[in-house]
């Protein structure tokens, strides 16, 4: 398995949205987006992709974070809160894992630290088989 710095790095949508991971470790990662023009829906506020995309990054992050390949299976979000400006920031945490599973808890926050949406994602854990 790649780093998962490497994986991020390497994941281009997410770059060229101006996602930047600031942290990661076992069952954690943390990340940030400064919003832009770019990044508004036609009612000029945060479009609920860049908000999806900045909690999906860090989902993967961390449930890659074991060494063990994770992928998504199930994903929900729910949105509280339009955002004109700023920074958001994402934070993931594990709230269960298991052999297969892993499902983590991401807060979306703005710069006054204001919840901007939750995300609740399930990841497969791949064995050793499914990789080949």
Same mark, same amino acid.
């Given at each position: 398995?790649? *780093?998962?710095? =490497?994986? &991020?790095?390497?994941?281009?949508?997410?770059? #060229? &949205?101006?996602?930047?991971?600031?942290?990661? *470790?076992? +069952?954690?990662?943390?990340?940030? &987006? =400064?919003? /832009?023009?770019? $990044?508004?829906? +036609?009612?000029? =506020?945060?479009h609920g992709g860049i908000v999806f995309t900045l909690a999906d990054l860090v989902f993967a %992050?961390?449930?890659?974070? $074991?060494?063990?390949?994770?992928?998504?299976?199930?994903? #929900?979000? *729910?949105?509280?809160? %339009?955002?004109?400006?700023?920074?958001?920031?994402?934070e993931a945490k594990e709230i269960s894992l298991t052999r297969k599973l892993g499902t983590y808890?991401?807060?979306?926050?703005?710069?006054?630290?204001?919840?901007?949406?939750?995300?609740?994602?399930?990841?497969?854990?791949? /064995?050793?088989?499914?990789?080949?």
């Open positions: 398995m790649k *780093s998962i710095k =490497t994986a &991020v790095d390497q994941d281009r949508f997410a770059a #060229h &949205v101006g996602i930047r991971l600031l942290e990661v *470790s076992p +069952g954690y990662a943390r990340a940030e &987006v =400064t919003l /832009s023009e770019v $990044h508004m829906n +036609g009612l000029g =506020t945060a %992050a961390a449930s890659n974070s $074991h060494g063990v390949d994770a992928m998504a299976v199930n994903i #929900h979000i *729910s949105y509280f809160k %339009a955002v004109r400006e700023g920074t958001l920031t994402a808890a991401v807060d979306v926050t703005d710069t006054d630290g204001n919840r901007v949406a939750a995300f609740i994602g399930t990841a497969y854990r791949k /064995s050793e088989k499914d990789r080949r």
